[in-house]
């Protein structure tokens, strides 16, 4: 079939034809994503999703909208129903008490966020131009309606479209000065430049999208070639890191009758050679465990420290994920309990503490406004806290001892773009991400979310340190570079070298002002008249 056949075929469907079409489309574009990362087939959502807006007819601009705003809506369904399948395991690890919810997260969730693109859509075809110009008005649309899925209702940057190119290492340094979304930005037009090829632009016209996409993605190719160092970070002097991921399954995880099962774990595993040449937690200088290490209050266990304490050589420090409580307020019937990052010397001294801000709607606590609603048809916060996780007042900075100032990022603070910085204090030397992925199993959700951890290293050109209960633990530096990893559902300890700090990153200091440049050079570019 020729391209301008299909193109027609595309633009001239309806009904329910249209609606098949676009979903499978969507959904295509997931492929494009880790784990699977062939990003090459960014160019079938994109230019398919030119062709949809083009058949998007009426006539009233109303009329358009509606339209446009239809397959933009089964576009973005068929994308995040097969991007976010895997959310679905989090409903089955109690599975008596939530998997009867588990159509909310695989089916509700993918609807309600199909509504950015599908707005996109809609307010993309009423400024649809002729010729090229629409391939960047679609780029612009697409990219706005994810920077507002980024910060809308605390926003869910997961999966967007700019991360369709992060699997490939040098076109993801564009990313050190745009940001995520000004890598979507250019996704998308790369990606939906063919669709000039199948339409009815004449003559030598018709390639001039594709040829500059081309020029575009080899130009990328070439800054992120002279971008990358030729030689591996430098390592900070006198830092010697020991990741262990414990690879617990979830369900024993928070059973408090297993806290001591657990923490004999995890010290014995802390403890484990890693070569004959190695002495274990001996060799070490800071030891990394996960997120929501404990079935149990760290800071109110005094034993727990005690042989905390006896398994730390002198000047070892132990960071770690706790669940820790605060002051109760007067009239409060019980503290609030903080999802923390715990800092504990080689005293059993916990000496510095960093309380989780950006908190996950429906997992770490319920909306105010949806609560009463929600408890009353059953449903309760994932995490077996009462009442669900107290958030912290803002992102501080951790100071620990041996280790440059840390930015400290808890579960799925780090996929939030010009959000992991500290509001006070001076640039940080590394981003500690501690997780629990035991949620998801051997599913995608674990390998999205470390190429999410990934891009932010790239973003602030600092290294990343990323210990998960079930995977993939690893160390990242400043350019996005896997130094040291451990595979999703084993358990291990890795012991790595702290990579030195990139140079600060043109989005490190100005943010998405790079990107706002290229929206508004777009949108000219954009209404210029095809000649």
Same mark, same amino acid.
């Given at each position: 079939?020729?391209?301008?056949?299909? =193109?027609?075929?595309?633009?001239?469907?309806?009904?329910?034809?249209? @609606?098949?079409?676009?979903?499978?489309?969507?959904?295509?574009?997931?492929?494009?994503? !880790?784990?699977?990362?062939?990003?090459?087939? #960014?160019?079938?959502?994109?230019?398919?999703?030119?062709?949809?807006?083009?058949?998007?007819? *009426?006539?009233?601009?109303?009329?358009?909208?509606?339209?446009?705003?239809?397959?933009?809506?089964?576009?973005?369904?068929?994308?995040?129903?097969?991007?976010?399948?895997?959310?679905?395991?989090?409903?089955?690890?109690?599975?008596?008490?939530?998997?009867?919810?588990?159509?909310?997260?695989?089916?509700?969730?993918?609807? $309600?966020? =199909?509504?950015?693109?599908?707005?996109?859509?809609?307010?993309?075809?009423?400024?649809?131009?002729?010729?090229?110009?629409? #391939?960047?008005?679609?780029?612009?649309?697409?990219?706005? %309606?994810?920077?507002?899925?980024?910060?809308?209702?605390?926003?869910?940057?997961?999966?967007?479209?700019?991360?369709?190119?992060?699997?490939?290492?040098? &076109?993801?340094?564009?990313?050190?000065?745009?940001?995520?979304?000004?890598?979507?930005?250019?996704?998308?037009?790369?990606?939906?430049?063919?669709?000039?090829?199948?339409?009815?632009?004449?003559?030598?016209?018709?390639?001039?999208?594709? #040829?500059?996409?081309?020029?575009?993605?080899?130009?990328? &190719?070439?800054?992120?070639?002279?971008?990358?160092?030729?030689?591996?970070?430098?390592?900070?002097?006198?830092?010697?890191?020991?990741?262990?991921?414990?690879?617990?399954?979830?369900?024993?995880?928070?059973?408090?009758?297993?806290?001591?099962? &657990?923490?004999?774990?995890?010290?014995?595993?802390?403890?484990?050679?890693?070569?004959?040449?190695?002495?274990?937690?001996?060799?070490?200088?800071?030891?990394?465990?996960?997120?929501?290490?404990?079935?149990?209050?760290? *800071?109110?266990?005094?034993?727990?420290?005690?042989?905390?304490?006896?398994?730390?050589?002198?000047?070892?420090?132990?960071?770690?994920?706790?669940? @820790?409580?605060?002051?109760?307020?007067?009239?409060?019937?019980?503290?609030?309990?903080?999802? %923390?990052?715990?800092?504990?010397?080689?005293?059993?001294?916990?000496?510095?503490?960093?309380?989780?801000?950006?908190?996950?709607?429906?997992?770490? /606590?319920?909306?105010?406004?949806?609560? @009463?609603?929600?408890?009353?048809?059953?449903?309760?916060?994932?995490? %077996?806290?009462?009442?669900?996780?107290?958030? *912290?007042?803002?992102?501080? !900075?951790?100071?620990?001892?041996?280790? !440059?100032?840390?930015? !400290?990022?808890?579960? /799925?603070?780090?996929?939030?773009?010009?959000?992991?910085?500290?509001?006070?204090?001076?640039?940080?030397?590394?981003?500690?991400?501690?997780?629990?992925?035991?949620?998801?199993?051997?599913?995608?959700?674990?390998?999205?979310?470390?190429?999410?951890?990934?891009?932010? =290293?790239?973003?602030? *050109?600092?290294?990343?340190?990323?210990?998960?209960?079930?995977? #993939?633990?690893?160390?990242?530096?400043? /350019?996005? @570079?896997?130094?040291?990893?451990?595979?999703?559902?084993?358990?291990?300890?890795?012991?790595?070298?702290?990579?030195?700090?990139?140079?600060?990153?043109?989005?490190?200091?100005?943010?998405?002002?790079?990107?706002?440049?290229?929206?508004?050079? $777009?949108?000219?570019? =954009?209404?210029?008249?095809?000649?």
């Amino acid at each position: 079939m020729q391209l301008s056949a299909l =193109a027609d075929g595309i633009i001239l469907s309806w009904g329910w034809r249209k @609606r098949l079409i676009a979903l499978a489309t969507g959904a295509s574009g997931a492929l494009a994503l !880790p784990p699977l990362d062939l990003w090459p087939l #960014i160019v079938v959502p994109m230019t398919v999703a030119v062709w949809l807006i083009d058949g998007a007819v *009426g006539a009233t601009a109303s009329s358009r909208f509606k339209a446009a705003f239809a397959a933009g809506w089964w576009w973005g369904f068929g994308f995040f129903l097969a991007g976010l399948w895997w959310l679905g395991a989090a409903f089955l690890v109690e599975a008596d008490k939530f998997a009867w919810a588990m159509p909310l997260g695989v089916v509700a969730l993918p609807a $309600f966020l =199909a509504l950015f693109p599908a707005l996109a859509f809609g307010c993309a075809r009423l400024l649809w131009p002729a010729g090229a110009g629409r #391939i960047l008005m679609l780029a612009v649309a697409l990219t706005v %309606s994810e920077w507002l899925r980024g910060h809308v209702l605390t926003g869910f940057p997961w999966n967007v479209y700019g991360m369709m190119l992060a699997a490939q290492g040098f &076109i993801a340094q564009f990313a050190a000065l745009g940001g995520l979304y000004g890598l979507t930005l250019l996704a998308v037009a790369i990606g939906a430049a063919p669709a000039t090829l199948g339409t009815a632009e004449a003559g030598a016209r018709r390639w001039r999208a594709p #040829i500059l996409a081309t020029l575009t993605l080899a130009a990328l &190719i070439g800054f992120g070639a002279w971008h990358i160092p030729n030689a591996a970070a430098p390592v900070v002097a006198g830092v010697k890191l020991r990741l262990m991921q414990p690879n617990l399954a979830q369900d024993a995880k928070f059973n408090a009758r297993n806290g001591e099962a &657990i923490l004999n774990e995890y010290l014995a595993l802390s403890d484990r050679a890693t070569s004959p040449s190695t002495l274990g937690v001996q060799d070490v200088t800071h030891l990394i465990w996960p997120e929501s290490a404990f079935p149990f209050l760290l *800071g109110r266990s005094p034993q727990a420290l005690s042989r905390i304490a006896a398994a730390l050589p002198p000047n070892t420090t132990l960071i770690t994920g706790a669940a @820790r409580a605060g002051e109760a307020l007067p009239g409060e019937s019980r503290p609030p309990i903080f999802n %923390s990052v715990q800092v504990v010397n080689d005293e059993g001294v916990i000496v510095s503490s960093y309380d989780k801000v950006h908190l996950v709607p429906f997992g770490e /606590y319920l909306p105010p406004i949806l609560e @009463r609603l929600i408890r009353s048809v059953g449903l309760s916060e994932f995490v %077996s806290i009462p009442g669900g996780f107290a958030a *912290g007042a803002r992102h501080i !900075p951790l100071s620990i001892r041996g280790l !440059p100032a840390v930015a !400290p990022l808890l579960c /799925y603070e780090a996929i939030f773009p010009g959000e992991v910085m500290p509001q006070q204090g001076p640039r940080p030397g590394l981003m500690l991400n501690l997780t629990n992925d035991g949620w998801f199993g051997q599913t995608s959700g674990p390998y999205q979310h470390l190429a999410q951890a990934r891009m932010r =290293a790239i973003e602030e *050109g600092l290294p990343l340190v990323r210990v998960a209960n079930t995977g #993939i633990s690893a160390v990242i530096d400043g /350019y996005g @570079r896997i130094t040291g990893s451990l595979p999703l559902g084993t358990q291990g300890v890795l012991d790595a070298n702290l990579p030195q700090a990139a140079p600060v990153t043109l989005y490190a200091r100005f943010g998405d002002a790079a990107l706002v440049g290229l929206i508004a050079l $777009f949108l000219l570019l =954009a209404r210029v008249r095809p000649g």
